[in-house]
């Protein structure tokens, strides 16, 4: 089904004030999240970027069930809730929003867990690759070369690879989406609140602040990720991997925009190395090579 | 009806007479029948429940406490490493306001690996904002449980609760325990109620930044009184059980032969059964000692201990735990609020049972005889001592 700008609901779900940065991409995510599934989301938010973005109690940005939870807790107590809303017979979509720590590293046992149990709710990851909230350092989702405030001297290590890993918990539904690409996340986001059961959604968000670039820039940098194939949108169905319209293109290698545009945007990766764009250029064709297999 | 039940088995069946929804857990020795009794109840239909089998005990009290916010009433169950893995959970939960119960079967904690009983993890989880009550035997178990859904859900309250019940002591030993009938416990717990529920009807945001610190201060404030305010309805949660089933336990602290008397025994869990003994051995020795058992630690029943020991010479209280470098969390707990409501007795740690050591109850009573004793003479005893069984107490 595809969204149209135009069909979507006008309704504001995160509200003007609120205490997001400027080109904060996840403020522009939980947008969507909003236009997409309205009044049927309850959100559960471990701690993060957008624990400060809700904005200061008794007040909230946020115009939708909001339970803050510990760190580590989100995709556990969304299932206590999917669980109870079952019971109670609620139509609700029970979200997880979690950055890429709470969701790769330090909650990844519990959203595993729920993975294995395929309890009822989408986990969305908002992927800005580091601890932004505590002041950009490391995660396991912080990518090969980039500085961050424990990585002064460039990540020495790839990035984990949360969505196959995903795929291999056999859960009916897996996607990955951009910030950049509206229409194609919040049909992912439907399509993932039609289906009962454990839906993973990866979003993949450039934080201005963390990555050094002009806010202005976001979802310039954001296009760019998918246009230099280094960020690949698709999406898996009972493991059954689709390529996205938006980066069909990008599977022929010929049309990938140079991986340094996308890097030179960004002061996270200035100065970086010859030998290690080719090491990047590397990584990004073999993140190609398995995903076309699993398309095929 | 009465059944011949374990701990676990108690456990399981008051949380099945609760009408709970929903049980979240993971499984640690010495609590897996609770939970393995509760599956088979829920997979043979005869429980009207949802169990989610959870990935670990942080998983097990965020699952719970996400079903009990949702409206549902909720059950966890753990112990020792598993209660500790939980911990920032449990100040999250009482945090929140949202009411649930849980069940741990008391053991002590690692290294070395040791499964026996003692109160180093219930005790860590004093200072969280949850109820703490420990049970003497499996019949205060089962009630005690029920009991707790009435009180935690009550709005003068809305805190979590515990029920701590001694690993193998209780969890594993059977006894005689009268099951209620469903619809005693039908009529003894209303419908469940708690602060608000989170729901797709009503936009409301938990736990966001506070915008002032005054508030977030006085959001203590209030579980504290919550919980101080929780002694009235503990006692009268336990009037109202007795009216029904004709057992009563005091409320937050039973006495036992205290009328006369001038020394005290004071300790909580299953061995106060031992301390019942030792006493009579005492008394028939001419020894003038009563038994304080302490029900509830959280809320602390200053007052009702006060009153008790206004008039008494020496109070001996016995921990299965130690706050290293400092005394036993009950001691500290009992001395200084002794010493704030204006009772000057004299008030000596015993510390012993610790990592399972098995405390008899003559070993009991040859311990406060030669405390008394040493008290009557006159002789220094520091305030606080160990005792490792048989004649080793360590001054």
């Known amino acids: 089904m595809v969204v149209s700008l135009k069909s979507l609901p006008k309704e504001k779900y995160i509200l003007p004030g609120n205490a997001a940065c400027p080109g904060c991409p996840e403020a522009l995510g939980l947008r969507y999240v909003g236009m997409a599934l309205g009044r049927r989301a309850i959100l559960v938010i471990p701690a993060g970027c957008t624990s400060v973005i809700q904005g200061l109690a008794p007040g909230s940005a946020l115009n939708l069930p909001v339970l803050n939870v510990p760190f580590a807790s989100a995709d556990a107590v969304a299932s206590g809730i999917a669980v109870a809303k079952e019971i109670i017979g609620e139509d609700a979509v029970v979200v997880v929003w979690a950055g890429d720590g709470a969701t790769a590293d330090i909650g990844f046992g519990p959203l595993s867990g729920a993975a294995e149990r395929n309890d009822n709710i989408i986990h969305i990851c908002v992927d800005n690759e580091a601890y932004m909230n505590t002041g950009i350092q490391r995660s396991s989702l912080t990518p090969y070369g980039a500085w961050t405030t424990t990585t002064w001297a460039g990540k020495k290590e790839g990035k984990k690879e949360l969505p196959l890993i995903m795929i291999a918990h056999k859960v009916p539904y897996v996607a990955t989406a951009s910030v950049a690409f509206p229409t194609d996340f919040i049909q992912k986001l439907r399509r993932a609140a039609s289906i009962k059961g454990f839906k993973y959604i990866h979003l993949h968000a450039p934080c201005p602040v963390g990555w050094r670039f002009d806010p202005s820039k976001t979802i310039e940098v954001a296009r760019l990720a998918v246009e230099t194939g280094m960020w690949i949108l698709f999406e898996a169905e009972r493991g059954k991997v689709k390529i996205s319209p938006f980066s069909k293109p990008y599977a022929d290698k010929k049309r990938r925009k140079p991986i340094i545009e996308y890097l030179k945007l960004q002061g996270r990766f200035k100065g970086i190395s010859d030998e290690d764009i080719k090491v990047i250029e590397k990584m990004v064709d073999e993140a190609w090579e398995i995903l076309l297999k699993l398309a095929t | ?395």
């Open chain 2, 1 to 395: 009806m009465i059944k011949a039940l374990t701990g676990n088995y108690a456990v399981a069946w008051a949380v099945r007479l609760s009408r709970v929804k929903v049980v979240a857990a993971y499984p640690i020795t010495p609590q897996t029948t609770m939970v393995e009794k509760l599956a088979e109840f829920i997979d043979k239909g005869e429980m009207d429940a949802k169990m989610i089998r959870v990935d670990s005990e942080f998983s097990a009290l965020a699952a719970t406490w996400g079903a009990a916010a949702s409206g549902v009433r909720s059950f966890t169950a753990t112990s020792s490493h598993g209660l500790l893995y939980m911990h920032e959970m449990l100040w999250w939960v009482a945090g929140s306001r949202i009411p649930l119960v849980m069940a741990v079967a008391t053991r002590t904690i690692g290294p070395p690996w040791n499964i026996w009983t003692d109160h180093s993890d219930i005790m860590d989880q004093r200072d969280t904002g949850w109820i703490i009550m420990m049970a003497e035997h499996n019949q205060e178990v089962l009630d005690t449980i029920i009991q707790l859904y009435r009180v935690t859900e009550d709005p003068r309250v809305f805190l979590p609760g515990i029920v701590g019940l001694d690993a193998f002591i209780l969890t594993h030993t059977t006894e005689p325990v009268d099951v209620p009938e469903q619809y005693v416990v039908d009529s003894y717990l209303p419908e469940r109620r708690q602060p608000y529920v989170m729901s797709i009807k009503e936009p409301i945001t938990m736990g966001n930044i506070p915008s002032s610190l005054k508030d977030n201060m006085k959001m203590r404030w209030d579980i504290h009184t919550s919980m101080l305010r929780a002694k009235e309805v503990i006692e009268e949660a336990d009037r109202e059980w007795s009216k029904l089933t004709g057992r009563s336990y005091g409320g937050l602290i039973e006495c036992y032969r205290c009328e006369d008397a001038k020394a005290y025994i004071v300790g909580m869990g299953a061995w106060v059964g031992d301390m019942r003994e030792a006493v009579d051995m005492l008394r028939d020795e001419g020894y003038d000692f009563g038994l304080i058992k302490i029900r509830f630690i959280r809320p602390f029943p200053d007052d009702r201990i006060a009153k008790i020991l206004g008039n008494s010479k020496l109070c001996l209280v016995f921990d299965r735990s130690v706050s290293a470098g400092s005394a036993g969390p009950l001691y500290l707990d009992l001395a200084a609020n002794m010493y704030r409501l204006g009772i000057r007795t004299h008030i000596i740690n015993v510390l012993a049972g610790l990592t399972g050591l098995d405390v008899r109850s003559d070993e009991i009573a040859y311990v406060s005889r030669k405390l008394y004793e040493m008290i009557e003479r006159g002789e220094e005893v520091k305030g606080i001592v160990w005792y490792f069984g048989g004649d080793e107490l360590w001054l």
